[in-house]
């Protein structure tokens, strides 16, 4: 079972809001301006991390390690791909192609309650349901993303987050794909 923390709830709640009317979307220029994939949060503090992304997506930031770090999640959730089976690390490219727009709507799908358009785009209201599952690993530098059936480690080093993939770290940056 997936352990949701009090500020994952409290970011599923914000998303809820933000269908309704009652709060806006926050911008994405934060972080895409910064070029990374970028949280400032301490200890308990992550949910409010990825609330800020950009859209990666088929026409935004389409080969990019911002759209690796995305497929990681993928990953950790265990999104149902084209195919009909989880999307794994084989799936890891850097490149927001169909398969990747496939997992990610069916992930949005899946969210159910209208929480989230299965529009196959990850934007800001998508990374940020997903920010509610980051937890600090006691450093503020290791960070794990507590999906379902798999955990992420990643490290956030000045902010910028980085993922390993086949034993190298990369940084996430939405204008360079290293993977």
């Known amino acids: 079972m997936r352990l949701k923390t009090k500020a994952a ?8 809001l933000l269908g309704t009317g009652l709060a806006t979307a926050p911008t994405a220029a934060a972080s895409t301006s910064q070029g990374y994939v970028y949280g400032g949060g301490w200890g308990q503090y992550l949910w409010d991390d990825w609330n800020d992304e950009g859209v990666v997506d088929q026409n935004s930031h389409r080969i990019s390690n911002a759209t690796g770090l995305w497929q990681l999640v993928l990953w950790a ?21 169909p398969n ?21 785009s990850a934007g800001p209201l998508t990374w940020g349901y997903h920010g509610g599952y980051l937890n600090d690993d006691g450093n503020n530098r ?6 379902y059936p798999n955990l992420l480690h990643l490290r956030r ?8 993939l086949n034993g190298v770290w990369h940084k996430a940056s939405y204008t360079s794909a290293t993977c």
Do not use: H
């Not at 080093?157 to 390993?164: E, K, P, S, T």
């Open 142 to 147: 290791d960070i794990t993303y507590a999906g």
């Open 157 to 164: 080093v000045n902010g910028i987050y980085q993922f390993q």
């Open 77 to 97: 959730d265990g999104a149902i791909e084209q195919n009909g089976t989880r999307f794994d690390l084989s799936d890891v490219d850097c490149d927001f192609g």
């Open 9 to 16: 709830v409290f970011a599923s709640a914000a998303a809820l």
């Open 100 to 120: 990747t727009a496939y997992a990610t709507a069916s992930w949005q799908r899946a969210i159910g309650q209208g929480a989230l358009d299965d529009d196959g």
